[in-house]
């Protein structure tokens, strides 16, 4: 099992930044990758962003240019840094982490944390 706690969303206003984390407890061991996914209302669960235990990041198109991923190992936190934002991007973002045991492929996923971008 696998635990993930987020924090940092908020309101923003357009072209303004944030900053998410994630922390992730319990059988780390086992995680391979982590990222960042968002759903805004009427729509289906997105990617943000991805990155691997050896710090491999992909993004999905709406967001390359403006979001960094990065993991701090030690901690075993993920972070997302937003800039530019928009108020497209303006969804719940869920942590996700993705596992490997006894080669049997799992998915755990955060609370989830609002980000809404107005002015």
């Known amino acids: 099992q696998v635990q993930l706690v987020e924090s940092g969303g908020g309101l923003v206003q357009p072209g303004g930044s944030l900053r998410l984390s994630c922390a992730a407890s319990?059988?780390?061991?086992?995680?391979?990758?982590m990222g960042w996914y968002r759903q805004a209302p009427g729509k289906q669960r997105e990617l943000v962003a991805t990155i691997t235990n050896g710090g491999t990041p992909d993004y999905g198109d709406s967001v390359k240019g403006r979001f960094t991923i990065s993991r701090d190992n030690a901690k075993n936190t993920v972070y997302l840094q937003m800039n530019s934002l928009k108020p497209e991007d303006t969804a719940v973002y869920y942590c996700?982490?993705?596992?490997?045991?006894?080669?049997?492929?799992?998915?755990?996923w955060g609370q989830g944390t609002q980000v809404t971008v107005s002015s």
């Open positions: 996700n982490a993705a596992t490997l045991q006894l080669a049997v492929l799992d998915n755990y």
């Open positions: 319990g059988s780390i061991f086992s995680i391979y990758a």
